[in-house]
């Protein structure tokens, strides 16, 4: 079961929270200051932690930079409550690590939705570590190569292994899964990103891609990635059938998009997961560099 742990001083937004996530069939633990749930998650990992802000104590933002800065907690995902919604905050926010947001006062639908969609990214970056670990001896042999992809499960699985590639194959992992999956989903298919977030909010969109997958024009096309050795970096290049996007709107995070579901794969990975991340033309290819694993440079 899903553990959560829910930081907040405000005993409605606490009743809130726990009554919904609980329903939902989520497992709760309650902390009311950043002091309190520092003593928690030193003795009991989570899979996500929901973080007001303004808090005694020890606030939110200085409680998610302990966490950032502990590495047996930084991996962990923190949904940032906050009644602030300048942009500056919001920043503040985002660079310090909280990459999903939740305005208060919020709805049960739009937290339901919110904790969904966090809880399934989490679940894909340990698929994809699981899944790269068994692959690591015999990927590690090659010096280069192209695959082709046309399904989220085909991107995944593809992923997690060219990851092991890398110096950092955990980090790379997911950064190449988010920009395989954009070039599925909104490149091939055509989905754009106001379209997911409606189908996002009406949970369809799982619905949506395995139709598009089986129906024609979309059916017939396939993206690919090619690796390549130079020197000590691995590079990725890769390129879908799809009429392109403005790429350049998502390369950092924004927060204008803070409180969104989901449009943060492409920052994701050019901020944690690559040393050089290029999109090419009218965005149907994108070029993405690393360290390569065992390699050093020669001087």
Not at 37 to 47: K, S
């Amino acid at each position: 079961m899903v553990r959560i742990l829910a930081v907040d001083d405000d005993p409605v937004s606490m009743l809130v929270l726990t009554d919904t996530l609980a329903d939902a069939g989520y497992m709760v633990d309650q902390a009311v200051d950043g002091e309190q749930a520092w003593e928690m998650l030193a003795g009991q990992p989570y899979d996500l932690v929901l973080l007001d802000r303004m808090m005694p104590r020890l606030d939110g933002l200085s409680l998610l930079k302990r966490m950032k800065a502990t590495p047996s907690l930084a991996r962990t995902p923190v949904i940032m409550e906050t009644a602030a919604t300048a942009q500056d905050d919001i920043r503040q926010g985002l660079e310090a690590g909280a990459h999903y947001y939740l305005s208060k006062p919020f709805s049960p639908d739009v937290l339901r939705l919110l904790v969904a969609s966090v809880v399934s990214d989490r679940a894909e970056s340990n698929s994809l570590r699981q899944a790269g670990d068994a692959l690591t001896a015999t990927v590690r042999l090659m010096t280069g190569g192209e695959f082709t992809f046309r399904t989220p499960q085909e991107a995944q699985s593809l992923a997690a292994g060219l990851a092991q590639l890398c110096d950092n194959p955990d980090d790379a992992g997911l950064g190449l899964f988010e920009l395989m999956m954009n070039a599925v989903e909104h490149g091939n298919l055509g989905i754009s990103y106001d379209e997911k977030t409606a189908l996002r909010r009406s949970w369809r969109w799982e619905q949506e891609i395995e139709s598009r997958l089986a129906a024609s024009p979309w059916s017939e096309r396939v993206a690919r990635i090619g690796i390549n050795h130079l020197g000590e970096d691995v590079e990725f290049t890769i390129v879908d059938q799809g009429a392109g996007f403005d790429w350049q709107q998502y390369l950092q995070f924004d927060p204008k998009r803070a409180f969104d579901v989901h449009g943060r794969g492409i920052a994701l990975a050019n901020t944690l997961s690559f040393s050089q991340l290029e999109y090419r033309g009218n965005g149907n290819e994108v070029v993405a560099r690393t360290r390569a694993h065992g390699r050093v440079s020669v001087e």
